[in-house]
């Protein structure tokens, strides 16, 4: 069997590294739910699903530029906490950087930190977000890059159907970890079981 040159080998190697990385980036910025094949059960991720989990890092939580007091004062804030299947503090346990023809992809997995807020829908306790070049956070997570290690947030969690067989996507959005915006989520969530919504 004839042997390939080392230069071949690296450009098969590339072309079948290219194909995997797409297929993990086609999804840019939505998260991996371990062991959930069953899309049927959840919404699909379109018109104002996407505004409220639109996998995005609030720029407020990480000091660059946004006025973090007023995160609590954010309008979807309450509707997003009501609307997640997870509302908890989540920190970033691991930042991976990826590099193929100079393009980068983030992978960041983050760490619930419990207690959640309300009861989540499901008991995964770490999640790799995806961040590819089209992801609306591509900016933050390039100027931070392995600084985001660490960072916590209050994170904001929902399943949506996937596309095709494809297994059920996760998207977020991640606010600023301070007492403000966890006493709101605290009273959102309160006012949803109190009036049954």
């Not at 098969?12 to 939505?30: E, I, N, Q, R, Y």
């Not at 992801?135 to 209050?154: C, H, Q």
């Amino acid at each position: 069997m004839p042997q390939l040159s080392t230069r071949t080998a690296k450009q098969a190697l590339a072309v079948a590294f290219s194909a995997a990385l797409g297929g993990l980036v086609s999804g840019c910025g939505a998260a991996s739910v371990q062991g959930d094949a069953n899309t049927t059960a959840y919404p699909t991720w379109t018109g104002h699903d996407q505004v409220l989990f639109d996998d995005v890092v609030d720029a407020g939580a990480l000091g660059l530029g946004a006025d973090v007091s007023r995160a609590q004062k954010d309008p979807l804030l309450r509707e997003r906490a009501r609307a997640s299947e997870l509302v908890s503090r989540v920190r970033v346990s691991t930042v991976t950087v990826e590099s193929l023809a100079e393009v980068r992809t983030y992978r960041l997995v983050l760490q619930v930190v419990p207690p959640p807020f309300g009861s989540p829908a499901f008991e995964q306790t770490a999640f790799e977000l995806v961040i590819g070049p089209s992801a609306p956070s591509y900016g933050v997570a390039k100027a931070f890059d392995m600084r985001l290690r660490g960072a916590s947030f209050i994170g904001f969690l929902r399943r949506f159907a996937g596309a095709g067989d494809e297994p059920s996507k996760l998207h977020w959005h991640l606010s600023p970890d301070t007492a403000e915006v966890a006493a709101a989520v605290t009273d959102a969530l309160a006012l949803a079981e109190l009036s049954g919504s």
